[in-house]
């Protein structure tokens, strides 16, 4: 049967999480998920199966159950799509890496470098994040094989090369970096 989902309000006590999710986070990223809802809402819903034995099972929304829950607690109501039917386990987990890898899409990297980087750094493109980024990335290569990833890289990335150039303040990057786009460079802003 084809998948449709139903939009609807759920108490945070009304959903069981996943025993099996593959995904976790840290303190400072529970706040700024925490952070987030304050300032925007709830934008994303959660993900259901159907109610059984009186719970939802949680496909997808852990990270903000844990911190919502912890801030509001089982009584709170928030908006959740729940599926016409239960998926199965293989579903599941397709569904999960699906929503959390390059299905939706990735960064424009040339677009980003000209946002402001004390805005971005804020917002959470910051060291961490990098951090956690290499952290996947050396996690992935290993899971896959080296030699499957650096296969696969030459054969999908043409060979590039690069100069960096030094600013003394964001405010000559930013004109730096204008001045170039303006000639047709294909560049972009880095924070180190």
Known sequence: MKLNW????VKLGQMKAWE???RMSTKAQAKRIIDSEKTFGQP????????KDGMYPLLDGHQRLAAWFTVYGADYEMDAMVANRELTEAEHKQLIITLHTGATGEWNWQTLSGWNAGELQEWGMNAD????????ANNLKEMLG?????KTQN????????????CVSEQEQTMMLERFLEEGITCRALIS
């Open 129 to 136: 994040t990098l951090k956690q980024w290499n952290n996947d």
């Open 155 to 166: 054969e999908i990335i043409p060979e590039q090369y690069a100069i960096m150039i030094t």
């Open 6 to 9: 139903m939009p609807i309000r």
């Open 20 to 22: 099996g999710n593959p």
């Open 146 to 150: 080296v030699e499957e990833v650096e």
């Open 44 to 51: 994303v819903p959660f993900i259901l199966n159907p109610l």
